[in-house]
């Protein structure tokens, strides 16, 4: 009995022991549990702050959803968020911050242009993935891949929705002059020479902090155009819909797709149903319009709209900013489980190469093109009876 017990204990030490060093030498057994840090950078606070929120929220619903049923390879994701307060100077702070002490393996973020352009140059120098989920216009940079059309290929569809389908020729250009309203109102300067007979009769701009902007309304509309494009997101959309009401205009106004946020029904809905606003999104605005086996419905909208319910409760809808931040967290995720190793050079060759459909338009990336959608598929709507519906002609 003495002679098996001893036998045993033999046994057992030696399997105990063998384990601990595959363990320790080995490192296979105890990585497995090791976190895969993925870095996000919004605006949750500061004027930009409805913008970051959903951005937040969506990223969060997705990570524990992802994480509910393993993580990625059996490693659970842990989402590191920094707030920018709507400051660039916070945000190169915050990428920095991520990369160096969290080290994080890709950053996802971008809710202002300003923000974005200011976290370019940390992740080029310090050679980590940026998936920017704003509308920053971002060209021509090894290690940073854009969601959705970008600022050149939605200005543009508005070009040419307001000449080919308004028959418009006289056009305002009227756009931010923050980075993406530079961005926006250039690429329809660029552009305007492709359409014989329209022409630009007027460009002014706005701070997105403005509290009026009748002085350019004024303007644009002694310069009677056929048309005002307006490259705006909803915060300052709300003050330009007012003031354009105060100073009884009547022309139409097509806007961008960043005004379909929901601040903008909130602070200017009514006016909006009485003005002539046509605005080109992405069809999350009228998702819960289309037919209930429509491919764009059934495959993209209604998970994330279960996703975020389930979350946040039975009133949670997606928006467009969640549909920006889907779009880029899915990117990162999608390219971290191609990827050959989870690190960031083999995470960005992965960027190059996946493909998916997402809110804002397909994300197909090539070694010549970071910006996700190749081109804009927005849908024009129009806002009434307190929702954003199909535009009719």
């Known amino acids: 009995m003495k002679r098996f017990l001893g036998s045993f204990l033999k046994v057992s030490l030696f399997l105990s022991l063998s384990f601990c060093f595959t363990c320790a030498i080995g490192g296979k057994l105890l990585s497995a549990a090791e976190p895969v840090r993925i870095g996000a950078v919004f605006s949750m606070t500061g004027w930009a702050g409805f913008l970051?929120?959903?951005?937040?929220?969506?990223?969060?619903?997705?990570?524990?959803?992802?994480?509910?049923?393993?993580?990625?390879?059996?490693r659970p994701i842990e989402l590191c968020f920094e707030d920018d307060q709507s400051n660039p100077t916070n945000a190169a702070i915050a990428a920095?911050?991520?990369?160096?002490?969290?080290?994080?393996?890709?950053?996802?973020?971008?809710?202002?242009?300003d923000s974005a352009m200011a976290v370019v140059p940390v992740c080029?120098?310090?050679k980590v993935p940026f998936i920017n989920a704003g509308p920053a216009m971002i060209l021509s940079k090894k290690w940073v891949f854009s969601v959705g059309p970008g600022a050149i290929r939605s200005a543009?569809?508005?070009?040419?929705?307001?000449?080919?389908?308004?028959?418009?020729?006289?056009?305002?250009?009227?756009?931010?002059?923050?980075?993406?309203?530079?961005?926006?109102?250039?690429?329809?300067?660029?552009?305007?020479?492709?359409?014989?007979?329209a022409s630009i009769v007027i460009e002014e701009t706005f701070e997105p902090s403005d509290v009026s902007m009748i002085p350019q309304l004024t303007k644009i509309k002694a310069?009677?155009?056929?048309?005002?494009?307006l490259y705006a997101t909803a915060g300052p959309a709300s003050v330009i819909i007012k003031n354009y009401k105060q100073l009884g205009m009547v022309t139409p106004v097509v806007g961008f797709a960043g005004i379909t946020a929901p601040i903008f029904a909130k602070n200017a809905g009514e006016i909006a149903e009485e003005s002539k606003?046509?605005?080109?999104?992405?069809?999350?605005?009228?998702?819960?319009?289309?037919?209930?086996?429509?491919?764009?419905?059934?495959?993209?909208?209604?998970?994330?709209?279960?996703?975020?319910?389930?979350?946040?409760?039975p009133a949670a809808r997606p928006t467009l900013y969640h549909?920006?931040?889907y779009d880029g967290l899915k990117a990162a995720i999608e390219a971290i489980?191609?990827?050959?190793?989870?690190?960031?050079?083999?995470?960005?060759?992965?960027?190059?190469?996946?493909?998916?459909?997402?809110?804002?338009?397909a994300f197909a990336c090539t070694p010549t093109d970071h910006q996700g959608a190749p081109v804009a598929s927005f849908r024009p709507v129009e806002f009434r009876n307190g929702e954003w519906i199909p535009y009719v002609k």
């Open 124 to 126: 080029e120098q310090e």
């Open 223 to 229: 310069a009677n155009p056929d048309v005002i494009l």
């Open 52 to 74: 970051g929120t959903p951005q937040k929220e969506i990223c969060t619903a997705m990570v524990d959803d992802i994480n509910s049923k393993g993580g990625i390879g059996g």
């Open 337 to 361: 489980k191609a990827a050959k190793d989870i690190d960031p050079a083999s995470i960005r060759d992965a960027l190059e190469k996946i493909r998916f459909d997402g809110f804002l338009g």
């Open 277 to 313: 606003l046509i605005c080109l999104t992405v069809p999350i605005m009228i998702a819960e319009k289309m037919a209930p086996n429509d491919p764009y419905r059934k495959n993209i909208y209604e998970p994330v709209k279960k996703l975020l319910q389930e979350k946040y409760g």
């Open 96 to 113: 920095t911050k991520l990369i160096r002490d969290k080290k994080v393996v890709i950053v996802v973020g971008g809710s202002i242009v």
């Open 156 to 197: 543009v569809q508005m070009l040419e929705f307001g000449i080919k389908d308004l028959d418009a020729k006289r056009i305002a250009n009227f756009h931010g002059a923050d980075g993406d309203g530079r961005g926006g109102g250039k690429a329809i300067t660029d552009n305007i020479g492709k359409y014989p007979g």
């Open 323 to 325: 549909g920006s931040a």
